[in-house]
């Protein structure tokens, strides 16, 4: 163990902060700089074979360069520096704090949809970088990825290559092969597993990593059948263009996957493009926090707006006299399910982006008017389109900082992770706002055509 003490006569360790197979990581001070900045310290297990010390020199020396240049993109740690002691390596980086993505991807508790794709788009965005340099991760998954705490974006961490200086073995020809592939199995792609790692091997991992996310299945549970594939995941709700691409950036043969991040960024972009469907209990969330950003329309209490509702308000009435916040919420969802699926042309439970459109204002109205009464104006869309522009939102505008502002206020943001329904408050001492829902979908795609679809609501009245 190193802790307490001083490498290079200016990196101090304080702390132990794992290990794994190929190495031990620390948390350390740099006691050169002003304020003795923080870093992190990883040290390489000695390699056992004395006659590839020169050659994993070698090595070593190259793939620091290679970290060194990473480390240009903004959401990969720098590397500050990289030396040699008593035939041990050692790398100082940049500390990151904030939290990996195991505390995100939890089993048994799913991601939404459209929080999976987010989530993609952003790896997919760090990964093209990597992979324009000709650069292969080797190693992707939820404990590689950090959530910065300053700005809550993904940080890129722990590339395998370097690892495998520590379990280079010399063959009979002469030539440096690892002695165990570099990688965490369930992650790892065949052709990685048999010591061929490619650029598409980090699009298998990835993919592993959304399924994990969108099924909130335990690592266990996915299996392969006889010829390889990753099954049991496609009997969950999820769109058929996610499907899709989840599917190819799985499949047990390199050569029918995305052959590099930029490949599957295209077509995950192009989900978003498209008028594409996403399941209700999903989008929902979406509705609340849309409304909540534009002018709501003047209820009029002398009209009676029940023969034009489509959907069924009995039983959120019973739970919303009661005080029953938690069935009330659920009861809100299930109505919207409902009268999407009653107002839709195919009669699927569905939001499409036409659908959207169409949406009918009678049963907005007549949600916000119920939420509103019951609550004493604690809860309900006026509340939170008040609470929204008094943090600074603008009304059909999007803001991320005034937007995230908003999520703290009504409390459905905390400590930078929009919650999940589960995680809501049902109490009536909730912050003002907080109710219904408070699950939000930040995809501005939705938003823009629901504010258009309210905006043609207030017209119509």
Request: aromatic share 8%; glycine share 8%.
């Amino acid at each position: 163990m190193l802790v307490d003490r001083t490498l290079l006569g200016r990196y101090r360790i304080t702390d132990f902060l794992g290990e794994g197979g190929f190495g031990e990581t620390y948390l350390a001070v740099d006691m050169a700089l002003p304020g003795h900045p923080q870093c992190v310290v990883k040290k390489l297990k000695k390699n056992p074979r004395p006659e590839v010390l020169q050659i994993a020199r070698r090595l070593f020396d190259t793939e620091a360069k290679t970290l060194y240049e990473l480390g240009q993109h903004e959401q990969i740690p720098q590397l500050l520096a990289h030396f040699e002691e008593d035939g041990e390596f050692f790398l100082v980086q940049e500390f990151v704090k904030g939290h990996d993505l195991d505390e995100e991807i939890i089993p048994g508790k799913r991601l939404d949809e459209t929080s999976v794709i987010r989530l993609l788009l952003e790896i997919l965005e760090i990964l093209k970088y990597v992979h324009n340099n000709n650069i292969i991760h080797r190693d992707l998954k939820p404990s590689n990825l950090m959530r910065r705490e300053e700005d809550n974006k993904l940080v890129m961490i722990d590339f395998g290559a370097v690892k495998e200086l520590s379990v280079l073995s010399i063959n009979k020809q002469g030539k440096t092969t690892p002695t165990i592939a570099v990688g965490t199995p369930i992650y790892m792609a065949p052709e990685q597993a048999n010591g061929f790692p490619k650029l598409c091997s980090d699009i298998h991992a990835l993919g592993i990593l959304a399924i994990q996310a969108i099924t909130g299945l335990y690592l266990q549970e996915i299996r392969r059948d006889n010829t390889g594939e990753i099954i049991g995941w496609e009997n969950f709700q999820i769109s058929k263009q996610l499907a899709n691409v989840l599917k190819k950036m799985v499949r047990y043969d390199y050569k029918e996957r995305y052959k590099n991040a930029s490949e599957a960024l295209q077509d995950l972009v192009g989900i978003s493009s498209k008028q594409r469907k996403f399941p209700v209990k999903f989008i929902i969330g979406s509705v609340f926090a849309a409304i909540a950003g534009i002018s709501l329309f003047t209820i009029i209490k002398n009209q009676n707006p029940r023969p034009e509702l489509i959907g069924n308000y009995n039983q959120l009435e019973k739970h919303l006299k009661s005080q029953d916040w938690q069935n009330a919420n659920q009861e809100t969802i299930d109505i919207m399910l409902e009268v999407t699926k009653q107002n839709s042309e195919d009669g699927e439970a569905f939001f499409k982006i036409d659908e959207i459109e169409k949406f009918p204002c009678k049963d907005l109205v007549h949600l916000s008017q119920l939420w509103q009464e019951s609550s004493q104006g604690k809860f309900g869309l006026r509340v939170q389109k008040s609470k929204y522009e008094e943090t600074g939102n603008t009304i059909g505008e999007y803001n991320p900082n005034t937007f995230n502002e908003f999520g703290k206020t009504v409390g459905w943001q905390q400590q930078g992770i929009w919650i999940s329904d589960q995680e809501l408050n049902f109490f009536s001492e909730a912050l003002p706002g907080h109710l219904p829902s408070g699950k939000i979908l930040r995809d501005i795609l939705w938003k823009g055509e629901l504010f258009s679809r309210i905006n043609v609501c207030q017209k119509n009245r």
